[in-house]
Each structure stands twice: as C-alpha cells, then as structure tokens.
C-alpha cells in the first residue's frame, strides 16, 4: 500500500504560480510512475502531467503545456507540480496518483492507469 499526500494548494490570482507536492512518507519499495489529475466543480476528473520513474519522461495535457511542470525527487520520495500563469479555469482540486511501472522510462496518462491516489489539494485561482 502507497500512501500519497499532497499539499500546496490555495488561493491565487490569475497570472499567479502555485507549486503541489505529492509526498509518499514511509516505505515505497518499486518503482513508481506518477501523475497528476484534477477535478474541477461539477465536472469528471481529468489528466495534467505525468512523470516516469527515472523522471526522464512527462508529458502534459495540451492546456497545460509551457505552464505546468511536473518533477520528482525519488530521494525525498516527493513529486512536485509547478504551476506558472494559472487561470482560472485551473481552479480545480488537484490530485497525484501512483502506479508500479514496468519500464523506468513509462509514464500513465489514464485515470484506470493508476493504482494509488492522494486525498487532493484545491486550488482557487480568482480573476
């Protein structure tokens, strides 16, 4: 079992930055993939980023492209989503997710990909 506990939402106006971490405390034998999700009010939840294991692979939803970052630290077993020039149809709770990954270089961009998710962090960007 994979705990995930994700931190760093809030307020912020458009235009602002927020940074999420994504921290898995306790023992994490494997090699994970992961990836970032949000659920904005009254809607499904939807792909951001996802990063591989050996953190050499992301990839983005086009929305978020050259805005969002997605990085991981396996020493500190903590993912990190940089978020620059947030608008507000960013607002949204933001959620990571993990699965075991069969390649160091595989990333996941389906919600059924994924095996672990965190309690979600909101995020609220005014206009």
């Known amino acids: 079992q994979v705990q995930l506990v994700e931190s760093g939402g809030g307020l912020v106006q458009a235009g602002g930055s927020l940074r999420l971490s994504c921290a898995a405390p306790?023992?994490?034998?494997?090699?994970?993939?992961m990836g970032w999700f949000r659920q904005a009010p009254g809607k499904e939840r939807e792909f951001v980023a996802a990063?591989?294991?050996?953190?050499?692979?992301?990839y983005y939803e086009d929305s978020v492209k050259g805005r969002f970052t997605i990085t991981r630290d396996n020493a500190q077993n903590t993912v990190y989503l940089q978020m620059n020039s947030l608008k507000p149809d960013d607002t949204a709770v933001y959620y990571c997710?993990?699965?075991?990954?069969?390649?160091?270089?595989?990333?996941?961009?389906?919600?059924?990909?994924?095996?672990?998710w965190g309690q979600g962090t909101k995020v609220t960007v005014s206009s």
């Open positions: 990063i591989s294991w050996s953190g050499g692979s992301t």
């Open positions: 306790g023992r994490t034998d494997g090699n994970y993939a």
């Open positions: 997710a993990a699965r075991l990954a069969y390649y160091s270089g595989d990333y996941y961009v389906g919600l059924k990909d994924y095996t672990y």
